[in-house]
Every structure is written in structure tokens, then in C-alpha cells.
């Protein structure tokens, strides 16, 4: 009996092991080779080295590794324009937003005070009909016109209004650029957008000095006055005195009015929460030529700002020797330079002048009045359609374009043409 007894007490602990042992025998043979042999073996673990020395070593089967994926390409930029005219600019207006159209973007149109009323309703009704402009819907028109007048702070406001215009209207883009009617592009927007893709959102492409030289004397002493602030009616400004002192609460910058911002010094400009940008408006309304120097100015006195400039306008302008007070109007004998230079835009042009045909012809390899060739867009005739809007085809001019922001850039990021 005692025999028996103690049968029966190794008995049930038996039973409870030889079940555990089949179940993870079965549970292996549910894996992959790898692992059915390495649960196995496993199995075994407990056994002496030498009754396990004869167990299959586990077999590895490795993959060949796949080549890495190329890095994706950052998501594309969008660009805001204000495209400005004035009476007589309705045809080159409509010339230049042709040219500069991409749906991805943003564009606000304006054409002044000056402009005779029946322009500025051509001009919207020309927008409203284009079934891509009216498809798309990114084109907006200025209704109710500001009064612009040349050299003074109205320049300033204008371009400040369709800021808050497009900021209203849309976050969604990147940086804005003001252009006139007599400005015209050396790229297209395919190769501006594949360009800017790389480049860091925060960056403001504005020519700037502090090198005022006759300046000091000629324009921030004066005090001027602009009639287009309080008339209805087109005049110049017009001088008063006495003269005032230089600045000491902040120290001046000069440059080209034309200018690429970042979407968030655009709204630091409209907003300023340090009112940095008000204190500087309210300076520069009896400034003359505000428009050469308000931008720079605030971005080189805000130490956030100043480290994101890059010292161009990216544009190509010529100017006579000795320099006039209106830069050289370009014309076909000019074409080898613009194009030389690597900037995405040029000034001025006169109206239907033989070197937009060719700009249109050999770089934008636009059509009969139509946008320039894009990947964007399909039908025949060829981009009068849209396709895939997030489809680019980069030409030539991304190629040069490249060139020189890659080498502005490299400049910039050393700081030794910032706020100098």
C-alpha cells in the first residue's frame, strides 16, 4: 500500500507537466521556421549540456536588405502676391497675373485710386469670367481703392492692407510678395515653388543697408506730407519744415521696396505685439520714399527678425550710369542678363514689350495669352485646364534660381550681410 501511495503522489504533478510540454510543442509548430526550432530547443533547455550538445542549431534567415527610400521632398510652399497698377496698368496687370498664376498661391490685385473706374470694374470682370480664376477662387480683387502715391507711406498702407487681406482670407501660404504691373517673372512658378521647398519658411528675402549715405540728408531729415492719406485726388507729396533729427530710438535701414516675407513676419507687421511695427509706421508717414526703407527698418531693429533675412530682392533691376531716380527700362537687348543673373523677377517693362514675348517663349514657354507650362495643368490648347495641381515640372530656371538663393542663403546663415 505504501507502494501505491506514493505512485499516486507523482502522479497528478506527472500529468500536470507532460500537458504543459505538449502544449508549447503545439504552440511551436504555430510559428515560423525560426522560431519553431528556437521554441524546441527550447524545450530541452533544462536537459544536461551533454544530451542537448546534438541538438540543430536555430536557422537564421535573413532578408536582403532593400535599398533605404529616397527622403520625401518637404511639402510645397504657396505663395501670396499683391500685384499693384495704376491708371493705364489694366493690360500689363492681366499680362503679369497670367504669368505669375499657379493654384497652390494666393493673389490680391489692386489697381489705384488714379485708375479710371471703368479699368477697375474690366479687371474684375476679366478675373470673374476666367473659369480657372473662378474655379480655383485664390484671386481676389481690392473693390474699394486705396490712393497711392509714389514715394510716399500710401505705398506702405496699401501693401499692409492686402497683407491683412490675405491673412483673412487664408493661413495657408508661406511667403508674400508685392510686384507691380511693370514687374514680370524669370521663372515659373514651378521652378519658384520646387526652389523654395528647401528653404527654411521663416527666411524674408529683403535688400537692406544702413548705409544711407546722401540719403540722411535727402530723405530721413525732411518731413514730407502725402495728400493721397486725406484726397480722393492724385498729388505728390510735398515738404515742410523744419527739418528733424536723426533717429537714436532705433537706428535706420534702406533698400528695395520690393520684398519676399515670411507668413509670420507678415503678421508680426500687421499685428505687432510689440508695437515696434505701429511706432515705425507712424515715423516713416513723413518719410520720403517709406517704402525703401519701413521693411527693413523693422526687421533689422527686432533681433527675432533680423537673423532671417537674406540681403536681395530677387529680382533684376538695371539702373543707368549715373544712376537716375527711375531704374533702366529693360528691353530685348537686356534678355542675356536676365536671364545670367539667376532672379526670379524683373522691372520695368513697358507695356507689350517685344522681351515679354520672348520671357514667355523661351523661359515660361507660355502660349497665346495662356498660363505658362506647368504641371498643374491639362487640355488642349495646352494649360488651359486644371490637372494635378501638386505636379511640378521644373524647367531651366529652377536650375539658376537655385544658384543664387543657395549662395544668398550661405551668406545669410554666416551673418555677414545682415542688418550691416
Known amino acids: 500500500m505504501g507502494f501505491l501511495n506514493v505512485e499516486k503522489k507523482w502522479l497528478y504533478p506527472f500529468i500536470v507537466c507532460f500537458a504543459i510540454c ?149 493661413k495657408d501660404w508661406d511667403w508674400f510678395i508685392n510686384l507691380s504691373a511693370s514687374d514680370y517673372p524669370l521663372v515659373t512658378q514651378d521652378d519658384l515653388l520646387y526652389t523654395f521647398s528647401d528653404l527654411d519658411r521663416g527666411l524674408n528675402f529683403i535688400e537692406h543697408t544702413s548705409q544711407l549715405g546722401w540719403k540722411f540728408d535727402k530723405r530721413a531729415m525732411p518731413l514730407i506730407v502725402d495728400p493721397g492719406l486725406y484726397l480722393s485726388t492724385k498729388s505728390d507729396v510735398f515738404w515742410v519744415n523744419p527739418k528733424r533729427p536723426l533717429p537714436t530710438a532705433f537706428k535706420l535701414f534702406t533698400g528695395s521696396a520690393w520684398t519676399v516675407l515670411s507668413h509670420d513676419f507678415v503678421e508680426y507687421l500687421v499685428w505687432g505685439w510689440d508695437n515696434l511695427p505701429r511706432t515705425l509706421l507712424m515715423y516713416y508717414t513723413n518719410f520720403l520714399s517709406s517704402p525703401e526703407g519701413y521693411f527693413q527698418t523693422v526687421a533689422c531693429n527686432a533681433p527675432e527678425w533680423a537673423k532671417t533675412l537674406v540681403n536681395s530682392d530677387l529680382h533684376y533691376i538695371s539702373w543707368d550710369v549715373p544712376p537716375k531716380q527711375h531704374p533702366h527700362v529693360l528691353n530685348i537687348n537686356d534678355t542675356d542678363k536676365m536671364v545670367e543673373s539667376g532672379a526670379a523677377f524683373a522691372r520695368k517693362f513697358k507695356q507689350d514689350d517685344p522681351s515679354l514675348d520672348w520671357i514667355d517663349k523661351k523661359i515660361l514657354r507660355k502660349r497665346n495669352g495662356l498660363f505658362p507650362l506647368g504641371g498643374w495643368c491639362t487640355g488642349k490648347p495646352k494649360c488651359s485646364e486644371i490637372g494635378n495641381i501638386y505636379k511640378l515640372k521644373p524647367g531651366p530656371g529652377s536650375q539658376r534660381l537655385h544658384r543664387l538663393v543657395a549662395g544668398l542663403t550661405l551668406k545669410a546663415k554666416s551673418g555677414e550681410d545682415q542688418c550691416k
Open 22 to 170: 505538449m502544449l508549447l510543442l503545439v504552440s511551436s509548430f504555430n510559428m515560423g521556421l525560426v522560431s519553431k526550432i528556437h521554441s524546441i530547443n527550447s524545450l530541452f533547455f533544462f536537459l544536461p549540456s551533454h544530451l542537448r550538445s546534438n541538438q540543430t542549431a536555430p536557422v537564421i534567415v535573413e532578408r536582403k536588405a532593400s535599398p533605404a527610400p529616397a527622403p520625401a521632398r518637404p511639402a510645397l510652399p504657396r505663395f501670396a502676391y499683391l500685384i499693384s497698377g495704376s491708371k493705364g496698368d489694366l493690360e500689363k496687370l492681366w499680362r503679369t497675373l497670367h504669368a505669375l498664376y499657379h493654384p497652390l498661391n494666393h493673389y490680391v490685385v489692386h489697381m489705384d485710386l488714379e485708375s479710371p473706374l471703368e479699368e477697375r470694374m474690366e479687371i474684375a470682370h476679366r478675373i470673374e469670367r476666367q473659369h480657372v480664376f473662378a474655379e480655383v477662387g485664390n484671386v481676389y480683387v481690392i473693390t474699394k481703392a486705396n490712393m497711392v502715391t509714389y514715394r510716399g507711406p500710401t505705398m506702405v498702407s496699401n501693401t499692409l492692407h492686402a497683407c491683412a487681406i490675405l491673412l483673412k482670407r487664408s
